[in-house]
């Protein structure tokens, strides 16, 4: 079978990892054209991979020598380059955020149903993830009985100084937004961001930690540590309570060392190595639907619409000193029933 041409937006951090996996790790694609904003990351990365670059978005998504199109440019951007592959009928992979705003959100969605067919798939890759599939499975299976709560944290070992406030929703809290609404098959109803005392090790324009806390339809209460300032590394934790018992996200494996009057285990450092194999399996079974000609199993649009809606929830929150605020969701169509 010929291998997925893949044309990618975008050669910054996760474009160039995402480059990297296609070529080297993942089965049955190649990339035939980047493009970026910055001539030179295009230049540079097109010589590594390689592939032609074209001047824009738009070109890339028309150009004939690409059949799906991968989204790895700045958030605000995504919208206008999704539109696009989707009025081409090309199928698309966007990094998340799907849009910045409900509003795109909603246009996506409207055009994707107007095509009448699924071509896009949101980049929220823990559902990829090993531990997470099994925890889903556990829950799914009623291993623990109905869920009630679940306690979640988010931590980072540092945030540059152009992370704001607000990114602690948008940009970090949103993965467990998506995968909380996967693991539970549950909407989430509302939204309330608490701020306790600072970290010293934070920049100072910044509300670090957070404490999210989340309801859904069901009524089950999830809360959420989100701490990216947490100095000793990237630690990911999830453990639902039900009715029957307590099922935990497992921590990646690593080596269990006595040495020296201590006993302990490494903590890794960034999300780029917790996860990776979920990076690989989520780009892997991506690249094969679009090969089978099927339409993408992922997260869709309209997760992508939800988690955009969601995290204007608890961002409206945290600029009202914590008040409850109830998350708006249009009704969900057809077109996107699970
Ligand atoms: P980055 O700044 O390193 O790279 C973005 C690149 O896109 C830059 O090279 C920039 O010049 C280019 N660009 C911006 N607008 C463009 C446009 N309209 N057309 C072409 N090129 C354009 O950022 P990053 O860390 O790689 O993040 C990119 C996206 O991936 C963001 O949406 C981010 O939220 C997402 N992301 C997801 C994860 C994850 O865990 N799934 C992790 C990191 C980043
Ligand atoms: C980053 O953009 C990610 O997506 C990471 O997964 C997350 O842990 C980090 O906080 C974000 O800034």
Same mark, same amino acid.
């Given at each position: 079978m010929a291998s997925v041409r893949v044309g990618v937006i975008g050669a910054g951090w996760i474009g160039l990892d995402h480059m990297r996996r296609l070529t080297q790790? %993942? @089965?049955g694609a190649e990339v035939t054209a980047v493009t970026d904003v910055d001539a030179e990351r295009a230049a540079q990365a097109a010589a590594r991979f390689p592939a032609r670059t074209l001047p824009t978005g738009a070109d890339l998504v028309a150009a @004939?020598? %690409?059949d799906a199109v991968l989204v790895t440019s700045w958030g605000p951007t995504h919208a206008e380059h999704v539109l696009n592959a989707v009025a081409a009928g090309k199928p698309v992979f966007c990094e998340? @955020?799907?849009?910045?705003t409900a509003e795109d959100c909603l246009r996506i969605v409207k055009a994707e149903m107007a095509s009448g067919r699924r071509l896009v798939q949101v980049g929220f890759m823990r559902r990829y993830d090993a531990g997470y599939r099994e925890l889903k499975d556990v829950i799914t299976g009623n291993g623990i009985g109905a869920p009630l709560m679940v306690h979640c944290a988010h931590r980072n070992a540092g945030a540059p100084a152009s992370y704001t406030s607000p990114m602690a929703a948008q940009d970090t809290a949103v993965h467990e937004i998506d995968v909380l609404r996967w693991l539970l098959d549950d909407e989430i109803v509302s939204a309330q961001v608490l701020t306790p005392r600072a970290t010293g090790r934070r920049h100072p324009h910044l509300k670090d930690p957070q404490f999210m806390l989340f309801e859904t339809a069901r009524g089950v209460r999830i809360d959420l540590e989100v701490f990216?300032?947490?100095?000793?590394g990237y630690d990911i934790q999830c453990e639902a309570v039900g009715e029957t018992g307590v099922a935990r996200l497992p921590d990646p494996a690593a080596v269990s060392l006595r040495s020296a009057g201590r006993h302990g285990r490494a903590v890794l450092q960034d999300w780029q190595h917790r996860f990776a194999s979920a990076f690989d399996t989520e780009l892997r079974e991506w690249v094969a639907g679009v090969a089978a000609g099927g339409e993408p199993q992922g997260p869709s649009a309209w997760d992508g619409y939800a988690a955009t809606v969601i995290t204007d929830a608890a961002v409206e929150s945290l600029e009202s000193d914590g008040q409850v605020v109830n998350v708006d969701l249009q009704d969900r169509p057809v077109f996107y029933s699970p």
């Amino acid at each position: 079978m010929a291998s997925v041409r893949v044309g990618v937006i975008g050669a910054g951090w996760i474009g160039l990892d995402h480059m990297r996996r296609l070529t080297q790790v %993942v @089965p049955g694609a190649e990339v035939t054209a980047v493009t970026d904003v910055d001539a030179e990351r295009a230049a540079q990365a097109a010589a590594r991979f390689p592939a032609r670059t074209l001047p824009t978005g738009a070109d890339l998504v028309a150009a @004939p020598d %690409v059949d799906a199109v991968l989204v790895t440019s700045w958030g605000p951007t995504h919208a206008e380059h999704v539109l696009n592959a989707v009025a081409a009928g090309k199928p698309v992979f966007c990094e998340k @955020p799907l849009a910045t705003t409900a509003e795109d959100c909603l246009r996506i969605v409207k055009a994707e149903m107007a095509s009448g067919r699924r071509l896009v798939q949101v980049g929220f890759m823990r559902r990829y993830d090993a531990g997470y599939r099994e925890l889903k499975d556990v829950i799914t299976g009623n291993g623990i009985g109905a869920p009630l709560m679940v306690h979640c944290a988010h931590r980072n070992a540092g945030a540059p100084a152009s992370y704001t406030s607000p990114m602690a929703a948008q940009d970090t809290a949103v993965h467990e937004i998506d995968v909380l609404r996967w693991l539970l098959d549950d909407e989430i109803v509302s939204a309330q961001v608490l701020t306790p005392r600072a970290t010293g090790r934070r920049h100072p324009h910044l509300k670090d930690p957070q404490f999210m806390l989340f309801e859904t339809a069901r009524g089950v209460r999830i809360d959420l540590e989100v701490f990216v300032n947490c100095q000793y590394g990237y630690d990911i934790q999830c453990e639902a309570v039900g009715e029957t018992g307590v099922a935990r996200l497992p921590d990646p494996a690593a080596v269990s060392l006595r040495s020296a009057g201590r006993h302990g285990r490494a903590v890794l450092q960034d999300w780029q190595h917790r996860f990776a194999s979920a990076f690989d399996t989520e780009l892997r079974e991506w690249v094969a639907g679009v090969a089978a000609g099927g339409e993408p199993q992922g997260p869709s649009a309209w997760d992508g619409y939800a988690a955009t809606v969601i995290t204007d929830a608890a961002v409206e929150s945290l600029e009202s000193d914590g008040q409850v605020v109830n998350v708006d969701l249009q009704d969900r169509p057809v077109f996107y029933s699970p």
